[in-house]
């Protein structure tokens, strides 16, 4: 192939080269590639002269508009918790009962509320607040620790068997892997404790185990839960009566928390949360109890 | 296989296998940790292997003189038949990635199959398992035929070949047992990353030997970009991976870099591997496979020039748009967004040349599925450069940003540039490379286009629709100052797209199967074309007196 000869489709010139049957036209550059490389190239250097852009050693060039993205952040976030001063303020100093009874703030609470405890809570209590097995729900009247708002804040500000210096601690020992109670004694107290909330069993086939099972209880459990087995908020024991179970409430799950016992766990949020954050959980919490029952 | 090699070759490769046997050996013997010990069986059977095929031709006699009047393709022929292997499994592993995100459940309560291990199983095996035979595959197909000389020597294609085989299996296999460094698309530890600078430095000096040979005056645009691929993928592959093994007999190291500094490097690689291995070597297939396929010459000569230069120019300087916002000093972002910025320039270059040289060939693109791969593929290389420039920019970033977007623009890349480049350049491959009339069915590719064209649309779409939703639901706030949405508010919203792209990404991966079904029956067709084209051979005099320097 030669040296001018044109390409019979386009009428363009061909370049001479061929490879393999590959041949090439000399079309020019089209006149917009040109435009088009010109003004990115264009904005480029305006932007680099506005703004932040070339290293030089050890500083670099700042840009005429004088922005850093670390004052800009800062600002923006003093800007947002501005806005948000109007409320804030007064969720902090106002008691959680004086805001319970303030509707323009509880309908903040009802906004804010939801976001907070899908972000931090809902991966354990679920997003519906519900709870799941292990996970106590929060919608119900039964509070291990107490339901009035104080104690519910105070429960989220220190934790369960968490690592703050003044978390709740509790634990049900493990009464049968221990051996602080051989088989037939765990048998007999799981009816016994199964019988609180289902009186028909103590007058049914289990009788005879659910007498047996009282006499364990008392020696056993009754300091903890109590004589009538109605628990303890100063201890995080619940109530065994209510129907409420929170590792569940058939035989064999029973059976598991006498026999291998129980320590859950809920973390401290002190050091994560803020004290406005702390409180619109609570009061969103109680809010959400209320509603549902 | 072996017998094709000369006598001196075959006492090379049974050396080097029986090296490699003996280290991977001493890997299992000394290994600390089970992992580490796993893949040193794995070296030694592999070594074991490839030394039982040298042995099998061992005392062949010399391969007939005639062999250097033709091109060698053989690595070629392994390389497309491994790519097409590593598709379907890379793609599969997808698609269960992608059902995973919607249905966790997915991942049946085993440490292997949890989401943080299937990922990057997929991601090597289809960018490296899949992408990289196919690159290494068309590169010596091309190579040769652009130089019209045959590779200096049969054994190191398959050094590279299989080599590079090895470092995808134990990155692989190393994911599994739970073995990453945590470099997104740099995963593999210290001994697979050593492998594979030898296989790569390996590749590098047959690509330029071959050039060296080539008996054309000039070097075809293919060739730099294939070129630029190899070389830079070493050098960072080399930079990325510095790092210091805790010991010689355990899997673990340290990187090099901290911090702010170590998240850069790894954004220098990893916008670079997206540039030079995902975009350079894949526009070196487009740039022969679719001017050959079409029977059309390149638009225009200075359009490549202008092209390749602005391409590998303004890449290297993009990285850092992949830490907008971040710790990383802002001049570093200005100077990443400013050039993605014109980097588009010169990507819609690349794409128009190749979309231009099909005029007087667009009825062979309405009736030829390969060629409509191949333009598809140049349409989503547009689509998708455009996107990424746009998502670099750093106000459209603050939306965009560690959303499903940026999951939808690599795809469109992924599947709707990469992978359809990959099949259009291989349905054109396969018969010349095995004389064949043709494929050996054309509905079967016309089936495949359409499957990989709707998967990728569903793929896309799900994926642009969720990820903005996503970047909208995370900066919405209500009245009062505080976040509207959880940030599990969103991924449920997202469930729906999820399916969606899992449904998408099915399509693709049927689509894969039909076209290795197809090649493997292609392949194994009896009806030989005996008519070879007389062009498609080096210059056979040259060939043997440069041959018998090298080689012998």
Known sequence: MSVGERDPHTGHAMTGHEWNGIKELNTPVPKPVWFFLTATVLFSVVYWVLMPAWPLGVTYTKGLLGIDQ????????????????????????????????????????????????????????????????????????????GGDPETVAETIRVGINASHDETRVS??????????????????????????????????????????????????????????????????????????????????????????????????????????????????????GSVRQ | MASLLTKNERQLALGISILLALVGLAMAGAGDDRAYAAHGILIMVFGVGTAFLTISGYHAPEPPEGRLAQYYDDPSKVGIVLAMGWAVFGMFIGDWVAWLLAYPEMTFDAAWSSFGRLRPVHTTGVIFGFGGNALIATSFHVMQRTSRARMPDQLSPWFVLLGYNLFCILAVSGYFMGLTQSKEYAEPEWYADIWLVIVWVTYLVLYLRTLARRQEPHIYVANWYYLAFILVVAVLHIVNNLAMPISLTQAKSYSAFAGVQ????????????????????????LYYYLPKRA????????????????????????????????????????????????LLVPSWLAAANALLTLNGAWHKVRDDATLRFMMVAALFYGLSTFEGSFMAIRPVNSLSHYTDWT???????????????????????????????????????????????????????????????????????????????????????????????????????????????????????????????????????VARDRALQSGE
Request: one cysteine or more; a neutral charge.
């Open chain 1, 70 to 145: 670390r004052t800009r952040v800062a600002g923006d976030l003093e800007k947002a918790a501005m806005k948000r001063a109007t409320w804030t303020g007064k969720i902090e100093d106002m008691d959680l009962s004086t805001i319970q009874a303030d509707a323009p703030l509880m309908q903040i609470v009802r906004e804010a509320g939801p976001a907070l405890f899908g972000d931090n809570c809902a991966v354990c209590h679920g997003t519906d607040a519900r709870g799941g097995k292990g996970y106590p729900n929060l919608t119900d009247t039964a509070w291990l620790w």
């Open chain 2, 407 to 541: 999951v939808g623009h690599v795809h469109a890349g992924a599947l709707g540039w990469v992978a359809l480049i990959t099949f259009g350049s291989i349905y054109a491959v396969v018969p010349w490379l095995w004389k064949r009339q043709g494929m050996y069915s054309a509905k079967l590719v016309e089936a495949h286009f359409w499957l990989a064209l709707v998967g990728t649309l569903i793929y896309v779409f799900a994926m642009w629709n969720s990820g903005i939703i996503q970047g909208l639901m995370w900066r919405t706030y209500n009245e009062s100052g505080t976040l509207a949405y959880s940030f599990i508010d969103s991924l449920i919203a997202m469930h729906p797209y999820y399916v969606a792209r899992a449904i998408g990404g099915l399509f693709f991966l049927i689509g894969a199967v039909i076209g290795s079904y197809n090649i493997w029956m292609t392949v194994r067709a009896t009806r030989e074309d005996s008519r070879e084209p007389i062009a498609d051979r080096p210059v056979p005099a």
């Open chain 2, 262 to 285: 170590d998240a850069m490097t790894q954004w220098w690689y990893g916008h670079n591997a997206v540039a030079f291995f995902l975009t350079a070597g894949f526009l070196g297939m």
């Open chain 1, 171 to 288: 634990q049900m020992p493990a009464l049968g892997r221990d051996q602080i109670l051989d088989r037939n004694a765990v048998l007999n107290v799981v009816s016994y404790v199964q019988s609180l909330s289902d009186s028909a069993l103590a007058t049914g086939g289990q009788a005879d185990a659910v007498a047996a099972g009282k006499e364990v209880f008392a020696d056993n459990c009754a300091a903890c839960h109590g004589e009538d087995g109605r628990g303890s908020i100063d201890m995080g024991a619940p109530n065994l009566t209510d129907g409420f179970w929170i590792y569940g409430g058939d035989r064999q799950s029973v059976f598991s928390t006498v026999w291998g016992g129980r320590q859950g766990t809920m973390p401290a949020w002190e050091s994560r949360l803020t004290l406005v954050d702390r409180k619109i959980l609570t009061l969103y919490l109680l809010d959400l």
């Open chain 2, 295 to 342: 029977g059309r010459p390149i638009y225009s000569y200075r359009m490549s020039i202008l092209g390749f230069w602005g391409i590998t120019f303004f890449y290297m300087w993009a990285g850092s748009h992949h830490l907008h916002y971040t710790a990383l000093p802002q001049w570093v972002q200005t100077l990443g967004m400013t050039f993605s910025v014109m």
